[in-house]
């Protein structure tokens, strides 16, 4: 794994070897969970990575489900699983005794274990003692790789887009989930970058890159998206905001070593400020696009604007559509909401492809 | 130690307790060095922490020399020094085997150890088990404190001056170090805020911004400059530049983290392209002034710019003479070699007092 060794794109829809690969098929432990809000983790891998989940996992607690078959540790295990993962997350960000057994179970079962809590499954001694003993891995995928090099702005081959946004938490992950599925569906050559630790359990692979030590931001995000066939795309996860008073660090960095031939603005209509930041507004639209396309084109002087993607899973169908017919008309730019699809979702993706 | 709790200020040219205090006085240690270029940090500690320096400790091979009265350690404890500082680089970044006995010298005449080099003192296990066994410390300044906040933006008291760049390594710490001392001589409450290894040396505390989780990058430059007294200036060291590939993320995150009042653009003189990537021109001086205060206006909408400080350390008194002044009269800003002194100098000081 060497940021600066060219690789050939034989994949579709697949990660490679940016960063290490996470074992699967998955199978998804809920806890006890009864708050779908907390299931995050799990939902967004039984929509996008569905094919990666064999089953779910409960305590008997538990009300929410993601509709995948119920199964224990051994018969996931018979069906193919190599990992549990962590599906929900709960307020404090540690493991709870009452999940224990079920975790001790999936490593009886020969399951390694995927995380992505605050608190590392390692910091639990007997687990950690019990999966040495077994020859099992306890993952955490906030942890970045070891290997990461400070950047050098050497431009890679290969076509790149990052999903930008004017804050944190409006869908840029799902954006780039949308626009890699449907560049693949077109037949592309595209891989899926993922940044975040959801994100990294879907992809399978990726970098934590808020994680990621200050002074290698730049270089975790080159070595995330590596040189790669002309016609290939990354479709990158962004992070953040340029806009945002704690994370605008990452946002840069992320932009920077990213290198994008095409950003796209990510928004949620009518948010009006900075979420749990109240006394910032959200930048406009346009002041968002204006100051990302600024900064890329340090790096990338041809970074286009391919359009905005606007959340809009608040509204009535037909107050979205209007409402994205008159941004669209307004900024003279597709815009869409991935999760609607249909023919705006087609305009933008076309319009990404155009340059 | 909280950044959110309100301090005052009764200090004049000292830190206060953003991050841990380093123990001092300090013995500053030269090692076997021949090359001046190797020995920057023991200059810049003879130079601007005078105060806090016993002597030095030099290898018999050493033919550099601060000017510093030579001593043993020993004789470093009796005259109060409390710490022994690794004053050199080498080029590995690792502690030659040549220094130990001097280390452990200095261990065993109850100093501490600090160290700015890449690799921790105590991944050398005979030194970390001679220090526990003397209850002295092995001090890595690139080890920012573990308590480190996410950013929230919110506006604290006192004025704040950051230095920023058009590159990395062209002036930034000393046109800080230089502003701060002149602010300290007006008879001005003032703290010198370092964010890389060698400022920390000198002003005794600090945190190593490019080595803090990315996620912390703004948390841990507001934690660096807390609420003061309304007339109270943190002076702060600038690291990066927005316009480095590598850095500009670190250079966004303290930025934001800062929120400064003033800012003051450095510059190296005649500089065409950035330091080791040399496809990157450097920005033009009012662009990188332009780009600096639109992204610190997000944080503090009456940021401004003081002035230039200009590094002209490789040219004749009378060209560096017109160069400052031909810039000045260009930008309409005070323009100055804060090494040079001088009008130009203390007409950079009123500017940045003047708002």
Not at 4 to 24: I, V, Y
Not at 224 to 244: K, N, Y
Request: charged share 20%; glycine share 10%.
């Amino acid at each position: 794994m060497d940021a600066g060794t060219a690789t050939t794109a034989q994949s579709r829809w697949r990660p490679r070897d940016a960063a290490p690969t996470l074992p699967g098929p998955y199978l998804l432990f809920l806890g006890d969970t009864t708050e779908p809000g907390f299931a995050k983790t799990a939902f967004g891998l039984s929509d996008w990575a569905g094919d990666k989940c064999v089953g779910e996992y409960c305590l008997p607690e538990a009300t929410v489900s993601t509709g995948l078959k119920a199964m224990t540790p051994a018969e996931a295990y018979a069906a193919g699983a190599r990992s549990m993962i962590i599906g929900v997350a709960n307020p404090g960000g540690i493991v709870p005794a009452s999940w224990l057994p079920a975790m001790v179970d999936a490593l009886n079962a020969g399951l390694d274990l995927i995380s992505g809590m605050h608190s590392p499954l390692a910091s639990n001694l007997k687990m950690r003692h019990l999966a040495d003993s077994l020859g099992r891995s306890l993952i955490d995928v906030r942890c970045p790789p070891a290997n990461i090099p400070v950047g050098t702005g050497r431009k890679r081959t290969g076509k790149r887009l990052l999903t930008v946004g004017t804050d944190c938490a409006l869908g840029k992950k799902y954006t780039a989930l949308a626009l890699a599925r449907a560049f693949a569906e077109r037949g592309l050559d595209c891989d899926f970058r993922a940044t975040g630790q959801t994100g990294i359990m879907i992809a399978g692979s990726g970098i934590p890159i808020d994680a990621v030590v200050a002074d290698f931001l730049a270089g975790a995000a080159e070595m995330l998206s590596p040189d790669a066939d002309e016609d290939h795309w990354d479709v990158i996860e962004g992070q953040g905001s340029l806009f945002h008073p704690a994370y605008a660090g990452v946002s840069t960095g992320l932009l920077h070593g990213s290198q994008p031939d095409v950003i796209i603005l990510c928004h949620q209509a009518g948010r009006q400020n900075i979420l749990g930041l109240d006394q910032y507004a959200l930048p406009s639209v346009e002041e968002a696009i204006e100051l990302n396309l600024k900064l890329a084109r340090r790096i990338n002087p041809a970074v286009r604007c391919g359009g905005v993607s606007i959340n809009t899973s608040h509204l009535a169908e037909p107050e979205a559509d209007r409402l994205l017919d008159r941004e669209s008309a307004r900024l003279n730019l597709p815009a869409a909401d991935p999760m609607r699809g249909g023919s705006r979702f087609a305009a933008l993706v076309e319009s990404c492809l155009a340059g």
